[in-house]
């Protein structure tokens, strides 16, 4: 089997490695440590390649696990809903150019029709591209499929509508038996995650028959009470998505004229232990304060790190749609950040994890490993990979990022094979 040895900053969950080495071997991180502790037999071997990128007196790169997205909706023009492979094809491309080895692809609100046919998609693309498949399946460099799918995101239609941000109007709906039941009977395998909003009537239903086929419970697009999420911990709500963005919180919560003043989904977010969270830190969604509260509150352990991005991922400035081309909501892609046609809302983000991951660290001052911890182990963790993904351990998948000085991504390597190249 080939080896790969590489050199550099080597981020590790506790810590970073000032002159560090990797060896990858059959898939696998087989050795990690000092430059200078490098076994003989790795040098030697034959087929040893070398380092990544030209060797100067100042490298300064890192050598980083690959990114995993909790929530992503496209990119490259493309969007899940499109429910093509082809569509399917190029948003897990251009996210894995943007650093991200492993995602769940997110749905959006729309008919049950568009719902079954994404859904019959994800299955194809599962069954062509394994999830569990140590070396994904490529004729060579630059040809890998995406980042892998490791689960789908059911997120959507069931939100309350009055946070449904950009999604349309039309399909926002409560969860019903005779809708979900059949979907969850066919696809249920296939869904890693599924949010609602839990104050809707038939939440509690849908979450537990979630629960049982072992789907993970996430609340959004919510105008909850405290009382209403921790009533929902107790059917297995894990987690809440984008922190801060279309959810309650005592002031929106206070328009309702009721006293005393209540927490909403946001302040049982940050109290909850049992509630993991994530944040979309694009540098448009979110001021520093705020990034900072959650990290403090949260810690790297219960915070990850999301892009939530829309088709206009690396396009031009201009009008696109969230969600299915034919029944999506149209927005805005203006400043690097989705807007809705007024100008006046935010419509998801248009940012891949390395901007993410960059203007977290630049803005809160966060340790680089706590930063990326935050968008590889912990939502590995979340989803119960961390035993193969999320770090730069022996034994684990060698899906490995080598960044610049800035976390510009320089290459991708997905199961020690080489699948991007800046």
Sequence with gaps: MTLRVLTGRVVLPEGILPQGALVLEGGRIAW????QQLPQQFPQAAGVEPDPVPQTADACWYLA?????????GGAG???MDGTPEAWATALQVHLRHGTTACCPTTTAASPERIVRVLRCGQQWMAEHPPDAVEPACPGPEAAPGARVLGLHFYGPYFHPEARGCHPADPIRPPRPQEYEPLLER?????AIASVAPELPGAKEFALACRRRGIRIHLGHTQATWDQVEEALGWG???VDHLYCAMSDKTKLRRQQTWPMRGGVLEAALYFDQLTTELISDGCHLAPELLKLAHKLKGPDRLALVTDCNRALEMPPGQYVFGPREEGEPFLHRHGVGLTLDGQALASSASGMDRIVRTFWQQTGVPLWQVIRMASLSPARMLGWDDRLG???VGKWADVLVLDSELNVLRVYQGGRCVYTR
Aim: zero cysteines; charged letters at 5%.
């Design 32 to 35: 990690v440590g000092p430059q």
């Design 65 to 73: 696990p690959g990114f995993i997205d909790l929530h992503v909706h």
């Design 78 to 80: 493309a969007d899940f």
């Design 187 to 191: 696809f249920g395998s296939l869904l």
């Design 237 to 239: 709500a894990a987690h």
């Design 391 to 393: 770090s730069l351990q």
